[in-house]
């Protein structure tokens, strides 16, 4: 039986890197795979971007209202050859019931789905769709980065400028200024006056 696989990190764990890599693993040995993310993730309009500079086109994008499993058999559609597998990055923005979709599309179409993301956001909430893989999946995976102090990273700091917030909308990509540092516990405690979950997402 095919699984659903929840491959999970802090920002700058290498999610996107390592989705690229399984891709050119199982073309290396003529199977064909399929790439999507949510249409959510405007970084790179329909490319997933890696920090080290690789990119690559998703075969398509899954709106917020839409269904994965449609779009999927649709993409799986346009080509005879068998889809040995789907991978997904940016899981994190997908809806609960497109996760449970997700599950459905490697138990009834038996394709495995490898579904990459951050587990957290920058209040240390769970996004909906990570809490709703960390339920499902049939394997967890950390992928684990550093701290700026060395330590292991848990948490995704967000910055304005130079500066630190811990208020806003849980989803924040397309703001110029915005960035995120993954830190570890101490550091995350450190920045943020000691409080976890400061504020609740809008």
């Known amino acids: 039986m095919a699984k659903l696989y929840f491959r999970y990190g802090a920002m700058n764990s290498g999610k996107s890197t390592g989705l690229l890599q399984a891709a050119f693993n199982y073309e290396e040995r003529g199977q064909r795979v399929l790439l999507a993310k949510p249409a959510t993730d405007t970084k790179g309009a329909r490319e997933i971007v890696s920090r080290l500079g690789v990119t690559r086109e998703v075969d398509f994008l899954v709106a917020h209202d839409e269904s994965v499993m449609d779009a999927f058999d649709a993409a799986a559609a346009q080509d005879d050859a068998h889809v040995a ?16 979709e997700l599950l459905r599309i490697a138990v ?81 405690l450190e920045e943020s006056g000691g409080r976890l979950g400061a504020a609740a997402p809008r």
Request: charged letters at 30%.
């Open 85 to 100: 597998c789907l991978l997904v990055d940016e899981a994190q923005f997908f809806r609960p019931e497109q996760v449970d």
């Open 108 to 188: 009834e179409r038996g394709v495995p789905v490898l579904a990459y993301g951050i587990r957290t956001d920058f209040l240390t909430r769970a996004f909906p769709g990570s809490a709703r893989l960390l339920e499902l999946a049939h394997s967890l995976e950390e992928l684990k980065t550093i701290c700026r102090c060395g330590r292991k990273a848990l948490f995704n700091g967000r910055k304005v400028g130079e500066r630190f917030v811990f208020d806003g909308d849980q989803v924040a990509i397309d703001g110029e200024t915005v960035t995120y540092e993954s830190l570890c516990a101490t550091c995350y």
